[in-house]
């Protein structure tokens, strides 16, 4: 599976997320549609934008009861998008459970994929707040393992961690890395980040991309120099 640059459209409106597609002449890139636009929306967004001809990363992050889990995924199911995504926080039985959900009668399904640990939070947070009282390290390949046991693709984690979680849990287990800016930017409220070339470097298989491109002067040139760093 080829690597790819997928933009965070964190907008909160279809106006806004239009918009900034259609800048997009010569390239249809793979979007991420996360709460925030969805939430505002609703499903019709994903079937617009499935209909401009973009994959979509549907990042709604479920986490609750298997039996609830399963059931919205089998809604989800019906969207047809490429990619979406669990808390692997939630267990292997719900993991599995979002898997059945999601596969459809013919047997296909998008990619489902798990997270791990935000990339906002930090070693010191997760074990204070969230008394997880090991490294962070071994908690992202702890969970990592737990979500390849449940069957799922890959995990969302830090660019950091991408090959250290191959190491674990195999290459073609796919790993998905938000926290990406160019040297020259921002890094929000990010806080284990890295840049597209250092992520290429480090075994990312997609980059999720937001700010550092939707906020750009050029948004296109922004991608197009993403896809280079990146994918090359």
Known sequence: MGKDVIIACDFNSKAEVIA????????KPFVKIGMELFYAEGPDIVRTIKGMGHKIFLDLKLHDIPNTVKKA???????????????AAGTKGMM???????TRADGSRPLLIAVTQLTSTSEEVMQQELWIDKPIDETVMHYAKNTMEAGLDGVVCS??????????????????????????????????????????????????????????????????????????
Request: aromatic letters at 6%; charged letters at 25%.
């Open 96 to 102: 599995q459970a979002a898997l059945e959900g999601l």
């Open 20 to 27: 900034f597609l259609e800048k997009f002449k010569d390239e």
């Open 73 to 87: 995924m089998a809604v989800l199911s019906g969207l047809d998008v490429d990619m979406c995504n669990v808390h």
């Open 159 to 232: 660019p950091l961690e991408a090959g250290k979680v191959h190491a674990v849990c195999g290459e073609k287990f796919l790993t998905i890395t938000p926290g990406v800016r160019f040297a020259d930017g921002d890094v929000g409220d990010q806080k284990r980040v890295t840049t597209p070339a250092k992520a290429k470097e480090l075994g990312s298989d997609y980059i999720v991309v937001g700010r550092p491109i939707t906020q750009a002067a050029d948004p296109v040139a922004a991608y197009r120099r993403c896809v280079e760093e990146f994918v090359g």
